[in-house]
């Protein structure tokens, strides 16, 4: 193809080529992306201008055989061409891609040199960034190796991670998040992987090279963060010579526990090097004094399949006064996060899943938290967390790959523990407005009715009366959370402006529901994440003023939706109990040992010294348990912070049963949650243990009760004498001794709603 070229043309070219000359040594480069253009337009190629400038070199009666002489022409007309075809914007662009290649090239060949510093990699990172983003960008296929190199530097080395992220977090993304990031020079260091998961669930849902979803360009942020590196925590166990923590995690559990004890005055009594603290001052002055939160980061935490939820700690702050008191009270939080690594929770939770021999550290997210003050209060309207595919299902109309979330009003840390007789609204995302109860008692029983905010004057999160908390902050979005009990019937407000009674309302979030963005963007970020990952996830977030706030991500464990065929030929004298409502289905076989604490005895107890005390022979036993196939029952809510409604007990203490049993009688106050979503559950899930709910007064269930409490069944006196003055709370049973060498086997079918616990032999 050749074209005759005008002077106003020829002027353009010049034009062209002193723009060109401002970089000199990029001109070769700049060429080769202008011929790529060109060819790949359809206007032109390399062959057949170099077939024009043979044609002109001839004409002139030049040498055509001059290669030198071949080339100058050649790389004339290529701008000519170039210039006569674009405009200025494109050609803007496409010198500023030629700009991009060059740092590219150079980031690319730092990153993969052995023993490169931070320093180098972070300058290659920073003139890359440096130079403008334009419309145009490095493809994919040769980006890729750069972003896992970024990826696997500063944020994770999780391969699972790496798999995934390099799809979504681009080149200019890890230089905006290494801008946040706090180091030391002496220890490199990662964020971890609560951060990776936000971070990552981000660009998922709002891409940035991509068109996005306005919907969600509208709605969805991340808390503003900067990111302590586990470099700090390093460098904090190197300086103070703490090393001997790093053989912690092989010692009993006993040694473990004694020792966390006394580590905390440790921890008080090390300091951070002086240049470490005058960083963390750097970041309080630019934080200013806005309520934050330290949350754990660890390498390992929220890793494919180990969630390790609720194992480290997390640290709010008011972050309010001067300087000095802001960062003294922000290096004891980041202390208590830092010294949680060697917590028993997460380091039995390690030995569980054979993770003792990686070498944990500790990274620390210093989110501003979200929300708004209120008085001396500060917190978000609200607050939850959300699962892609729901387990539970108590109505054919729920589809349970449309997904479900625990809401609560206030902080998150409601909507993730079992607390007490509080309970927060679960919905299912398919139809947001269904729910199981079917009177206003029934709602208000199950209701929220304590709120946790952060006080702005104490430092503490506190848990509030939620009619209380709303007389005193007078919240503007109280229309979206409460509903009034009107003569036995519950009602949303219908305008904002209507009046409510306070003392006959309580949390609904009908209005919620039905009157924000949040189902529709929640079930819509939950399927985007699920398709990402290819796997359920599940994600916290906080939703205050139209915005939804993602402060966590990562996959989900769900127990296997198999089929369960319950035996029809069991006779009526071997059935041990029979249940309806059922959270998460499967079955378990040849159980030989049942551990049964007494729901009605253990209410007796009058003491908090002697229901603790409770708990902890339920750990030793557990402890005995190991290797063993054992059912585990007892009151109420396994794992409450409220010692009245069930045992005290954290994974580790129920690790090693098979079935984990909640016996509600009426009248008791220990009615077994929908706990699905609470870190507790989760831990259940990730571990295969089967959940069962027994509310043994229900008409369609079935609870011998005689069984369970048989005296002559009971050895917990010998196989555990020390405990033996406790047999009357709890019930050692050997079902093969006791039972003619039977066997319990236990099925849960959550399709059908339908459960028992039967004798074979």
């Given at each position: 193809m050749e074209k005759n070229f005008s002077v106003p043309d020829l002027v353009q070219a010049y034009h062209l080529y002193q723009k060109m000359m401002d970089h000199p040594d990029m001109v070769y480069l700049i060429r080769?992306?202008?011929?790529?253009?060109?060819?790949?337009?359809?206007?032109?190629?390399?062959?057949?201008?170099?077939?024009?400038?043979?044609?002109?070199?001839?004409?002139?009666?030049?040498?055509?055989?001059?290669?030198?002489?071949?080339?100058?022409?050649?790389?004339?007309?290529?701008?000519?061409?170039?210039?006569?075809?674009?405009?200025?914007?494109?050609?803007?662009?496409?010198?500023n891609l030629a700009l991009k290649k060059k740092h590219f090239n150079r980031l690319s060949m730092i990153l993969n040199k052995e023993g490169v510093t931070y320093g180098k990699i972070k300058q290659a990172l920073d003139n890359f960034c440096c130079i403008p983003e334009g419309d145009l960008y490095i493809s994919p296929n040769e980006a890729e190796g750069v972003r896992v190199g970024l990826i696997n530097y500063f944020i994770s080395n999780q391969l699972p991670f790496i798999g995934i992220a390099k799809r979504y977090i681009t080149i200019r993304d890890v230089g905006d998040l290494s801008d946040r990031i706090v180091r030391t020079r002496r220890r490199p260091g990662r964020i971890g992987g609560k951060a990776a998961g936000m971070i990552l669930a981000h660009r998922i849902l709002v891409p940035r090279l991509e068109k996005g979803?306005?919907?969600?360009?509208?709605?969805?942020?991340?808390?503003?963060?900067?990111?302590?590196?586990?470099?700090?925590?390093?460098?904090?166990?190197?300086?103070?010579?703490?090393?001997?923590?790093?053989?912690?995690?092989?010692?009993?559990?006993?040694?473990?526990?004694?020792?966390?004890?006394?580590i905390s005055e440790l921890f008080k009594n090390a300091s951070f090097p002086e240049d470490v603290i005058e960083t963390f001052r750097n970041v309080l002055e630019e934080i200013g004094e806005h309520p934050l939160v330290l949350r754990s980061s660890s390498l390992l935490e929220d890793n494919f399949g180990l969630a390790f939820s609720g194992k480290y700690d997390s640290v709010f702050l008011a972050n309010r006064g001067d300087l000095e008191t802001r960062l003294k009270e922000f290096i004891w939080g980041l202390k208590q996060v830092h010294m949680s690594t060697y917590g028993?929770?997460?380091?039995?939770?390690?030995?569980?899943?054979?993770?003792?021999?990686?070498?944990?550290?500790?990274?620390?997210?210093?989110?501003?938290?979200?929300?708004?003050?209120?008085?001396?209060?500060?917190?978000?309207?609200?607050?939850?967390?959300?699962?892609?595919?729901?387990?539970?299902?108590?109505?054919?109309?729920?589809?349970?790959?449309?997904?479900?979330?625990?809401?609560?009003?206030?902080?998150?840390?409601?909507?993730?523990?079992?607390?007490?007789?509080?309970?927060?609204?679960?919905?299912?995302?398919?139809?947001?407005?269904?729910?199981?109860?079917?009177?206003?008692?029934?709602?208000?029983?199950?209701?929220?009715?304590?709120?946790?905010?952060?006080?702005?004057?104490?430092?503490?999160?506190?848990?509030?009366?939620?009619?209380?908390?709303?007389?005193?902050?007078?919240?503007?979005?109280?229309?979206?959370?409460?509903?009034?009990?009107?003569?036995?019937?519950?009602?949303?407000?219908?305008?904002?402006?209507?009046?409510?009674?306070?003392?006959?309302?309580?949390?609904?979030?009908?209005?919620?529901?039905?009157?924000?963005?949040?189902?529709?963007?929640?079930?819509?970020?939950?399927?985007?994440?699920?398709?990402?990952?290819?796997?359920?996830?599940?994600?916290?977030?906080?939703?205050?003023?139209?915005?939804?706030?993602?402060?966590?991500?990562?996959?989900?464990?769900?127990?296997?939706?198999?089929?369960?065929?319950?035996?029809?030929?069991?006779?009526?004298?071997?059935?041990?109990?029979?249940?309806?409502?059922?959270?998460?289905?499967?079955?378990?076989?040849?159980?030989?040992?049942?551990?049964?604490?007494?729901?009605?005895?253990?209410?007796?107890?009058?003491?908090?010294?002697?229901?603790?005390?409770?708990?902890?022979?339920?750990?030793?036993?557990?402890k005995q348990m190991e290797n063993k196939r054992y059912a585990l029952f007892g009151p109420g809510r396994w794992g409450s912070n409220d010692i009245n409604l069930g045992v005290k007990a954290g994974y580790e203490d129920i690790n090693h049963t098979l079935v984990l049993g909640e016996v509600a009688f009426k009248g008791d106050g220990s009615t077994p949650e929908v706990s699905y979503g609470t870190h507790f559950f989760n831990d259940l899930v990730e571990s295969g243990i089967i959940h069962v709910a027994i509310f043994p007064d229900d008409e369609d269930c079935f609870f011998n009760e005689d069984f369970f409490l048989n005296p002559d069944f009971n050895q917990l006196d010998t196989f555990s004498p020390e405990d033996a003055e406790w047999s009357s709370v709890i019930h050692v049973i050997h079902i093969p001794e006791c039972c003619d060498n039977c066997k319990l086997n236990v099925f849960q079918d959550s399709r059908n709603q339908k459960g028992a616990g039967f004798l074979i032999q």
């Open positions: 080769e992306i202008f011929l790529s253009k060109l060819e790949k337009d359809g206007i032109t190629d390399a062959g057949s201008i170099k077939n024009q400038a043979v044609d002109i070199i001839a004409q002139s009666g030049g040498d055509e055989n001059n290669s030198s002489l071949v080339s100058e022409y050649t790389d004339i007309l290529t701008d000519i061409w170039f210039s006569a075809s674009y405009s200025d914007d494109v050609i803007a662009n496409n010198i979803d306005p919907e969600l360009e509208k709605h969805i942020r991340i808390p503003e963060s900067w990111y302590i590196n586990t470099g700090i925590f390093s460098d904090f166990i190197d300086s103070n010579e703490l090393f001997h923590f790093h053989a912690q995690k092989y010692k009993t559990r006993e040694d473990i526990e004694k020792e966390y004890e006394h028993p929770a997460p380091i039995l939770y390690r030995k569980s899943n054979n993770l003792l021999d990686f070498d944990e550290k500790m990274s620390v997210i210093v989110q501003k938290v979200v929300g708004r003050q209120f008085g001396k209060y500060f917190f978000p309207f609200s607050a939850g967390v959300g699962f892609s595919f729901s387990s539970y299902s108590w109505s054919t109309r729920i589809k349970k790959e449309d997904g479900v979330m625990r809401l609560v009003m206030g902080l998150g840390t409601r909507a993730v523990d079992r607390i007490g007789e509080d309970y927060p609204r679960m919905v299912h995302l398919s139809h947001p407005m269904l729910r199981p109860e079917a009177t206003a008692g029934d709602i208000i029983k199950y209701s929220q009715k304590i709120v946790d905010v952060l006080n702005l004057e104490t430092g503490q999160v506190e848990s509030k009366n939620f009619r209380e908390l709303m007389e005193e902050v007078s919240h503007p979005d109280l229309f979206y959370g409460i509903s009034e009990n009107k003569s036995g019937h519950l009602a949303a407000p219908m305008f904002k402006q209507d009046r409510v009674e306070l003392a006959n309302s309580c949390i609904t979030f009908d209005n919620t529901l039905g009157k924000t963005p949040l189902p529709k963007l929640l079930k819509k970020v939950l399927r985007l994440l699920e398709d990402a990952y290819g796997r359920p996830v599940d994600v916290e977030f906080a939703f205050d003023e139209n915005t939804l706030y993602i402060v966590q991500c990562r996959t989900l464990s769900v127990a296997e939706d198999r089929e369960i065929t319950m035996p029809e030929d069991v006779s009526e004298d071997r059935i041990v109990f029979r249940n309806n409502k059922i959270i998460s289905g499967g079955s378990v076989e040849n159980l030989e040992y049942l551990v049964y604490v007494d729901p009605k005895a253990y209410a007796k107890l009058s003491s908090y010294e002697d229901k603790l005390e409770i708990s902890k022979v339920v750990s030793r036993i557990n």
